[in-house]
């Protein structure tokens, strides 16, 4: 490696390096149209071939002419640089195998339920996970980018991770920005949606989960209250099942038998309660309420997460740009010393 770092520093000289004597002197790289009209003398060496033979040796021009040889510019960035760019390569790997988690849970969620076969195909645009596939895409392609951009110095790469993070970061402001201008149709489409996730409960696996869950976490039943469970076919008062007039056992204030096994039949029979005494049993407030007052209490430290998150991206984009800047300047100045333009010129080891 050191000889070969010699090598490209002694070629470098060869043309860079000028003759004391000679201010004005030619390049030994010569177009080969015109080798022959500037031949010296058998037996007589020009000055400027003396200078070259003592500058650079090893090295001699000959007429075939190809870049092939040619070294290719070395990039030597700065310390802090250095440091920026296996930070960077650190940051997006970690990013990287989230991005590839979170994909990898998607397609096992559309494998283990099935959701891929011709029966069920139809249905696949409603499925949850399609958003943890959409979201570990979009996760892996900017990282992975970013990650063999940064540590490859790859100026493709990087301008495609810088692109893709702007536009990340407009779509982030934008969705924000609606967030917050249009609050009250936003909570009636999560109304809309969670009726349509109290319908389907029983029929679709993951619709179940997403209520379970919301519904032990944030201590709420239903939608706007514990008798939206009316909807469902299963836990409509007109079924003749088991399930008829209750609700799930997420909506129970003790939901689990023995602290471990969830008790199905907390909920039994419910809705024929009057509040007072359904209220011993199960919580009667909608989540769509409970959402809205836990958003406002999180408020800022949503926003905080939110700036955090934005931060990070642009502080990527500018040391991706950072370290385009270097190795664009770095490219610029070895063609600016002598690289050349067209490919005819090929160095050969004398002999």
């Known amino acids: 490696m050191g000889g070969r770092r010699f090598w490209h520093f002694q070629t470098w000289l060869c043309f860079t390096k000028k003759n004391p004597e000679e201010p004005n002197e030619r390049s030994r790289l010569i177009p080969k149209d015109n080798a022959d009209s500037q031949q010296v003398p058998d037996g007589e060496d020009s000055e ?51 991005g590839f988690t979170i994909l990898g849970i998607g397609f096992w969620g559309l494998i283990d339920k099935q959701s891929l076969i011709s029966e069920k195909i139809g249905s696949l645009g409603t499925d949850p996970m399609l958003f943890f596939i959409l979201v570990g895409l979009v996760i892996c392609a900017l990282s992975v980018s970013g990650c063999v951009g940064f540590l490859r110095e790859n100026i493709c790469l990087l301008k495609l991770f810088s692109a893709g993070m702007c536009v990340l970061i407009v779509i982030q402001s934008v969705l924000a920005i609606a967030f917050l201008s249009f609050r009250e149709q936003i909570q009636d489409s999560v ?23 919301i519904q032990l976490g944030m201590e709420c039943c239903g939608v706007q209250s514990y008798q939206d469970w009316g909807v469902n076919l299963y836990f409509n008062c007109s079924s003749a099942g088991v399930h008829s007039c209750g609700v799930p056992y ?43 007052l836990w958003l406002s209490r999180r408020f800022w430290d949503i926003a905080s997460g939110f700036l955090l998150v934005t931060a990070i991206e642009l502080i990527n984009v500018s040391c991706a740009q950072r370290i385009l800047g270097e190795i664009m300047f770095g490219k610029n100045t070895m063609e600016g010393l002598g690289r050349p333009k067209h490919h005819e010129w090929t160095f050969t080891d004398q002999k």
């Open 250 to 292: 997420s909506c129970c204030i003790d939901p689990l038998e023995n602290g471990t096994v969830p008790n199905s039949q907390c909920g039994f029979k419910v809705q024929e309660m009057g509040e007072t005494l359904a209220g011993s049993t199960v919580y009667l407030g909608g989540c769509v309420p409970q959402l809205s």
């Open 48 to 98: 400027e071939e003396q200078h070259s033979a003592y500058s650079c040796p090893e090295l001699v021009v000959t007429k075939s002419m190809s870049t092939k040889n040619w070294p290719r510019p070395m990039t030597h960035l700065p310390t802090l640089l250095v440091f920026i760019k296996y930070l960077m390569f650190i940051t997006n790997f970690v990013f990287s195998v989230v």
């Open 191 to 213: 109304k809309q949606s969670m009726m349509v996730a109290l319908t389907r409960y029983q029929d679709d696996s993951d619709l179940r989960f997403i209520m379970d869950e």
